[in-house]
Structure formats: C-alpha cells, structure tokens
C-alpha cells in the first residue's frame, strides 16, 4: 500500500520559514514528478510547486522567490524550504506524486502551516 507522509509544519511568525518533507513509500516509483499543492479553509486546493522527473522546478507565483522545491529520489522523498513566510501561506499543505507511466496520482494527508502576522 502506497503512502506519502508529511512533516514539518507548524506555526510560525510571518517572515520566518519552515521546511516540509514528503516521503513515499509502498512500492518503486517509475520517474516520478513530485510536487506540493494547498488548501486553506474555504478555499480550493491550488498548485504551489513541482519537481518533474525530466525538467526543472515550477511554483506559483505567489511563491516563487520564497520557496524552493527539491528531491532526494533514491529516498523517494521531496522537499518544499519555505521562507519570508506570510500569513495568506496559511493552509494545509500536501505532496503528490505522479508516474506518468502508469497514470497514477498519490496523495499525502497533508501537513498543517500556520504562519502568524
């Protein structure tokens, strides 16, 4: 059984940063992209970043500048560093994974940031 597990989130002052992980486990990956979306209270879940197996990182722009992506593949892991937080960065976040090669998405259940003006 495949499971994405965050950690890392917490509260912290605007300005401050914290640094989510995302690792997979339950089976062998085929050349995954990796990424992290997020969902505030009321909201609908929206694209933050991503990592694709054969191209460069992409983010929102409501974060580019502030965030970075990044992977660790032989852990089946990604990583999302989160600096200059604001408080409109408040949500929940989530890891997904997709292998395109079996056109197969995997969610994490998501990991709370609480960024306090």
């Known amino acids: 059984q495949v499971q994405l597990v965050e950690s890392g989130g917490g509260l912290v002052q605007a300005g401050g940063s914290l640094r989510l992980s995302c690792a997979a486990s339950g089976r062998t990956f085929s050349r995954p992209d990796m990424g992290w979306y997020r969902q505030a209270p009321g909201k609908v879940r929206e694209f933050v970043a991503a990592?694709?197996?054969?191209?460069?990182?992409a983010y929102s722009d409501s974060v580019k500048g502030r965030f970075t992506i990044s992977r660790d593949t032989a852990k089946n892991t990604v990583y999302l560093q989160m600096n200059s937080l604001k408080a409109e960065d408040t949500a929940s976040y989530y890891c997904r994974f997709e292998e395109l090669l079996t056109n197969t998405i995997y969610w994490g259940q998501g990991t709370q940031v609480t960024v306090s003006s």
């Open positions: 990592i694709r197996w054969s191209g460069g990182p």
